[in-house]
Structure formats: structure tokens, C-alpha cells
């Protein structure tokens, strides 16, 4: 029995007339007759009664027949479900992320791509960069936020997506809260709260080299494993952090935040994803670059504050630097030209100056 013997039997059922079900079937008649009664003998039981005015349904028809409607609903469902899957329509994404990415840059992603893609079930997983980086190599995960720079790597491909601000947090009855912005050079005498290096290496080693060019070495009395962790302890004045501009909107009482006005670092993000075997959900995200235009306090290198040395995750040099040229405003990878995918992990200096680069305010946060 093939599925063709269940759509010849449902229209003539539906027709009740062998001619007009042979005529909406394009096939003949005869032939048409022919197919109900194989059907017939192969079941061994007389589904329809007809003579030359009439076709009506036995009771073995009638009880066919409902079965052979579910069966053909269950056959156009799981079509449309292999096809919907193919085209990345449905599915289960997964996006790895850094703990100071979900306030802005996840949350407008996400909620960007399921703008168009409703039916696609998300599944996010927080980490540090190693996490991430690891988790997408080994397909865990189908892309992921991470820290930038990262070493150049075969099986992984990917972009810089932002350059994020970042800022002094404070304990509220610190001296300094008294400026408006600071000097790094200003807190040459302050006690140092930061990631445990081997979380983050390349931002912990940026840290410590943006102090070096301030002059002085930092006293790190404190080490944390997380970004509300360094929050924490600010707040209860046990020293002063570096963190993102972003986590004014999660800092709990009793920690002032303040921007740098010479020597900040600035950190980037990118977003990894394998170099092989992609998903069509995946090649539907990163066609739709939903995290364009996320609301985020992020900035271009600038001549005063320059970008951190090292290799940089990128896959097109001019692109990133476009990007970076056309930012007229504090937002994510402003709109600019596609980045090809397929390229591997590449190294790209930090962008030209442009004279079109956002300023920074000086106004206290």
C-alpha cells in the first residue's frame, strides 16, 4: 500500500463519482478504478459500493476511510515540519553568552530573532569565554558571545560584534565618587577587585596593562569568579573594580560607577560559532544579524583609549572598520556590510580614527 492508494480512496470518497476523482486527480478513470479495487484485494474487504449511478461506503469504508484522513494529515504535518526545519524556520537554537552580555546585547538579539523567527525554541547557556569558545567547537552550543581577543582558531569562525565601555565601579562612600570622571592614574592607591585571571586571561591581562600605561601596578586584594560577585564586594567597600558600562543596570546599593577619561580599556565582544557543520537556524541568525542596533553603551577605539593588543576575532578587517567609521551613536555593530561566512578566526588591527566616532560625555554616570 502506498500513500498515493490513500489519496486515490479519499477523493473518490470525497467525490463520490470516479470520473470527476479521476479528473482532479489527473489520472484516468479506469486506471483510477483499477488502484481502488488493488486497494480493495488488499485488504480483503469491500470499501465502496458502486454501480453506474452511485459509489457509496461500506462499513469497512467508512472506517477506512477516517483513518486514511489522519494518516494523510500526519503525512502533510511532518512535511511541512521537515520543511520548515530545512529552511531554519523551527528548530532548537543554542547561544552561549558571557555573564555581561545578557543587559542589552543578548536581550535585543534574542528578542530581535524571535521577531522573525517565531517557532525556533532558544536555548541560552551563560559561561565565560573558554566556556563559550569550547562549547561551540564542540557544537554544544550553536554560537556565543565571548571576550575578546581570543587566539586564532581552525574550527571556529567568527566576528567582533561591539566595543563596550568600561568604568570604574566604586563604593558609594569612596573620596573619588566626588569627581565627575577619573583619571586611571587617580586610583593608583585604591584596592583592586578582579576576575580570577584564568576565567578571563585576555581581560584580566588588559586590565593590568592599562594600569601599567597609568603608571602604577595595580593592588589586587580581591579575585571574583563573577561580575555581580566584583558588585558585591564594591558595595560593601571592599575595594574598586573595572566593569562593563552595562552593569549599572543590575549594581546594588552602595556602588558608584564613573567613567575614565584617559587610559580606559576597552573591551570587546564577539560572537563565534563552528567552522563546520552549521544549522539552517544558525545560518538564519547570522544572515539576520539580529544584534545590529542593540541599545548598549558601546564605542569604537578611539585614538586617546586604543583597543587592547592581540589577536581579535574577526572575519573581514574592512568590515569591522566600516562599522566602526559609520557609528554615529553608542550602538552594536552599526548596519554596514554583511561579514562573509566561511572564514576562519582571523587577527585585524585596531580601526582607523574616524572623525565621525562618537565623543565621549564626561558626565557622571
Request: aromatic share 8%; hydrophobic share 40%; net charge neutral.
Amino acid at each position: 500500500m502506498e500513500l498515493r492508494h490513500l489519496r486515490y480512496f479519499v477523493t473518490v470518497v470525497e467525490e463520490m463519482h470516479f470520473r470527476r476523482a479521476a479528473e482532479r486527480l489527473f489520472i484516468a478513470q479506469p486506471a483510477l478504478s483499477k488502484q481502488v479495487k488493488a486497494l480493495e484485494d488488499e485488504l480483503g474487504t469491500q470499501l465502496l459500493n458502486r454501480n453506474r449511478r452511485t459509489v457509496t461506503l461500506t462499513e469497512a469504508g467508512s472506517a477506512f476511510y477516517e483513518e486514511a484522513i489522519a494518516v494523510l494529515k500526519r503525512v502533510d504535518v511532518a512535511k511541512e515540519r521537515a520543511r520548515a526545519t530545512g529552511n531554519g524556520l523551527t528548530g532548537q537554537f543554542s547561544i552561549g553568552f558571557i555573564p555581561q552580555a545578557l543587559f542589552g546585547l543578548l536581550q535585543h538579539t534574542l528578542r530581535r530573532f524571535r521577531e522573525h523567527y517565531p517557532q525556533v525554541r532558544i536555548r541560552v547557556v551563560e559561561g565565560f569565554t573558554h566556556d563559550g569558545i569550547e562549547r561551540a567547537a564542540r557544537g554544544e552550543v550553536d554560537c556565543a558571545f565571548v571576550r575578546l581577543p581570543i587566539e586564532q582558531r581552525a574550527d571556529l569562525e567568527g566576528e567582533t560584534v561591539a566595543y563596550e565601555e568600561v568604568r570604574i565601579a566604586l563604593p558609594t562612600t569612596h573620596p573619588l565618587t566626588e569627581q565627575p570622571d577619573l583619571d586611571l592614574a587617580d586610583l593608583a592607591a585604591a584596592d583592586f577587585i578582579l576576575f580570577e585571571r584564568h576565567l578571563e586571561p585576555g581581560l584580566y591581562d588588559s586590565y593590568i596593562a592599562a594600569c601599567a600605561s597609568a603608571g602604577f601596578s595595580p593592588r589586587v586584594l580581591h579575585t571574583v569568579t563573577s561580575l555581580y560577585s566584583t558588585l558585591g564586594l564594591v558595595g560593601g567597600g571592599l575595594g574598586v573594580g573595572f566593569v562593563p558600562a552595562t552593569a549599572r543596570t543590575t549594581a546594588p546599593t552602595g556602588v558608584t560607577f564613573r567613567r575614565l577619561r584617559r587610559g580606559a580599556p576597552q573591551v570587546q565582544v564577539g560572537l563565534v560559532w563552528p567552522a563546520q557543520g552549521r544549522t539552517p537556524v544558525l545560518d538564519n541568525f547570522l544572515a539576520l544579524r539580529p544584534w545590529t542596533g542593540a541599545t548598549h553603551e558601546v564605542v569604537p577605539p578611539s585614538p586617546a583609549e586604543p583597543s587592547p593588543a592581540g589577536p581579535v576575532v574577526a572575519v573581514n578587517q574592512q568590515t569591522a572598520m566600516g562599522a566602526a567609521a559609520r557609528c554615529s551613536s553608542p550602538t552594536i555593530d552599526p548596519a554596514g556590510d554583511p561579514m562573509p561566512f566561511g572564514s576562519p578566526l582571523s587577527s585585524f588591527a585596531p580601526p582607523a580614527p574616524s572623525p565621525t566616532l562618537p565623543t565621549r560625555s564626561t558626565a557622571p554616570s
